[in-house]
């Protein structure tokens, strides 16, 4: 009983749980913005198979999966994840990430990948 308290206590009054529910919330967001696009886009173009609406919305779906991503990294490099251990703590390097995540889904072709992977900015 005791370790729970302490964990309450650090969880609760720290920064730990204002940090995860402000993720939280910016991850919410991200989803609700990216849902009101797709339903907007779905109104306005109503084309046959859908294609010209997945041609809008899978770039908001990379930049979203991008977005876990580069937080998944810093927050296993802030916690000193060098590699991955198979449980999945760090997710690894861009292009080791981005063939299953983004390529192998269909939201980015290959060479949109690989260039989103020389971006620096």
């Keep these: 009983m005791g370790s729970l308290v302490v964990f309450a206590i650090v969880f609760y009054t720290g920064n730990c749980f ?12 991200l989803q609700r913005v990216i849902s009101v696009w797709a339903v907007h886009l779905k109104s ?15 770039h908001m779906l990379a930049a979203q ?17 060098a590699s991955t251990d198979g449980k999945g703590k760090h997710p690894g390097e861009w292009p080791e990430w981005s063939e ?7 939201i980015l072709r290959k060479e949109e990948a690989a260039m989103l992977g020389t971006f620096s900015g």
């Excluded at 204002?18 to 967001?29: A, E, M, P, S, V």
């Excluded at 999966?65 to 994840?81: C, D, I, S, V």
């Design 18 to 29: 204002i940090t995860y529910k402000d993720l939280f919330h910016y991850g919410c967001r």
């Design 65 to 81: 999966r991008t977005f876990y991503y580069e937080l998944k990294k810093k927050m296993a490099e802030h916690h000193g994840y």
């Design 100 to 106: 299953p995540n983004l390529v192998e889904t269909g």
């Design 44 to 58: 306005v173009l109503r084309s046959e198979g859908g294609f010209k609406e997945w041609q809008c919305v899978r």
